[in-house]
């Protein structure tokens, strides 16, 4: 039963994909000088789609109004459990994400995330690092960008650390805010995604469930204003308590009951 329905949903993304896909870049090429202004807002679309496949439903957007009062600037730290993370956050607010280099050579979505406007990062290189920060100073001041320093999935169980570096972009750029965001998924001991579990595996675990529950918690944004007399590390461990912190509340709830 649950590969039928893996293979269901499979085929129905896929055929949704193929199927816009050509829209979409034919849309950011014949646009390309506005292409990071609209092609966020496409991808919105397809997003929405993809959590309607995935029959993924976001049951609280808490505080979102915390995010309507300042749309631009705006660097989004998530945690990050699965693929269909991407999706929520995308089809909450528009992103654009940073993404691993890799997915630049994926066929058509390689492409369109490249034509879109996503940062790509090359973990393996300091170099890549900075130029990526650089990036991201000089682009997010138009744009909502979204960064997962976690740089990996996980279960809440796992609470994996954020790393630091990402927290530099305010000292580049004091014009920008941080905007911290917890993603809670009433299904993550089943859905979220770690190893040593197969991409493919995951996929199926996600395709098995009837309905997936996300609750979103927007907290309150982080300024040049909270760096005054702390480190980079002060502020990296203060968001990642933030943001993790209502994941653990709830799983020792969980463990109790």
């Not at 506005?34 to 049951?59: A, D, H, M, T």
């Not at 066929?107 to 406007?117: E, H, R, S, V």
Request: glycine share 2%.
């Amino acid at each position: 039963m649950d590969i039928f329905k893996f293979y269901l949903k499979i085929s129905i993304f896929l055929i949704v994909t193929v199927i816009l896909a050509p829209f979409y870049f034919f849309m950011l090429f014949i646009f390309y000088k506005w292409r990071q202004s609209i092609g966020p807002k496409i991808v919105q679309f397809y997003s929405k789609l993809c959590l309607l496949i995935f029959r993924v439903n976001i049951e609280q957007v808490k505080n979102y109004q915390t995010f309507e009062k300042k749309k631009e600037g705006v660097l989004i730290i998530s945690n990050h459990a699965s693929f269909l993370d991407i999706f929520v956050l995308s089809a909450l607010f528009g992103s654009v994400f940073i993404s691993k280099a890799e997915v630049k050579y994926y066929p058509i979505i390689g492409q369109i995330a490249w034509l879109m406007g996503v940062i790509f990062l090359n973990r393996n290189s300091l170099n890549e690092r900075l130029r990526v920060l650089n990036t991201i100073v000089n682009k997010c001041s138009n744009r909502i960008l979204v960064v997962f320093p976690q740089g990996t999935t996980s279960r809440i169980s796992e609470r994996l650390s954020f790393n630091r570096g990402i927290f530099k972009v305010i000292e580049l750029n004091p014009d920008i805010s941080l905007l911290p965001i917890t993603l809670h998924y009433k299904e993550d001991t089943e859905i979220a995604w770690n190893k040593p579990q197969s991409f493919k595996d995951n996929t199926i675990r996600v395709c098995a469930q009837d309905k997936i529950h996300i609750k979103v918690i927007i907290h309150n944004p982080v300024t040049i204003d909270d760096y005054r007399e702390k480190t980079t590390s002060q502020i990296c461990k203060m968001v990642e308590q933030t943001v993790l912190e209502p994941l653990q509340k709830e799983y020792q709830e969980t463990q109790r009951s």
